[in-house]
């Protein structure tokens, strides 16, 4: 065989063999990515990680998230076990959840860190930031929408106006 064919076909395999090890550590990287997203989600439905499948296994009961907190959430409501969060928690101004100093958004339905909150709200300052927009947004629809119907209804007695016989009528 040609040498320059020799060396472009060693190139060619170096290349090769380059290329299907970065792909092998991009799908290692995508299958521990999946593996850890199936973990966390085990564990916020409270099937815990065991790796026994589940079969035969009680799941543990649900417990409040804050630190230091036993209670069971199997008599309260099913929004509290959804969440895992207590009644007491769940309005409570600051808790420690994983060591943060947190507060429940009523909105998101999860603990955020206090510093995201507005005084003492309930809700995170980005839901509130989109409540508030819709509130505006509605706000000045209903406003334009003042506008044209009084716009109409000036032109509606301006018609009548003179029309013997014609009757003003209100329109709502």
Same mark, same amino acid.
């Given at each position: @065989?040609? +040498?320059? @064919?020799?060396?472009? @076909?060693?190139?060619?395999l170096k290349i090769k063999k380059l290329v299907e090890d970065e792909e092998e550590r991009e799908r290692a990287v995508k299958v521990k990515f999946v593996e850890s997203q199936l973990k966390r989600k085990k564990l916020s439905l409270g099937e815990g990680g065991s790796g026994s499948g589940g079969v035969g296994v009680a799941a543990p009961p649900p417990c409040c998230l804050?630190?230091?907190?036993?209670?069971d959430l199997r008599g309260c409501k099913k929004y509290h076990q959804r969440h895992r969060v207590c009644e007491v928690h769940a309005k409570a101004p600051v808790v420690l959840v994983d060591g943060f100093r947190q507060r429940f %958004?009523?909105?998101?339905? /999860? &603990?955020?860190?206090?510093?995201? &909150?507005?005084?003492?709200? #309930? !809700? %995170?300052?980005? #839901?509130?930031? =989109?409540?508030?927009?819709? #509130? /505006? *947004? !509605?706000?000045?629809?209903?406003? *334009?929408?003042?506008?044209? #119907? /009084?716009l109409k209804e000036n032109q509606f007695r301006h018609?009548?106006? =003179? !029309? +013997? =016989?014609?009757?003003? &009528?209100?329109?709502h």
């Open positions: @065989m040609d +040498p320059n @064919m020799q060396n472009m @076909m060693s190139s060619y804050v630190e230091s907190c036993q209670a %958004c009523q909105q998101c339905s /999860r &603990f955020h860190e206090v510093s995201e &909150f507005d005084q003492t709200k #309930r !809700s %995170c300052r980005r #839901r509130l930031a =989109g409540h508030n927009e819709r #509130r /505006r *947004k !509605s706000w000045l629809e209903s406003q *334009k929408d003042g506008t044209r #119907r /009084r018609l009548n106006q =003179g !029309s +013997p =016989g014609n009757q003003e &009528f209100d329109i």
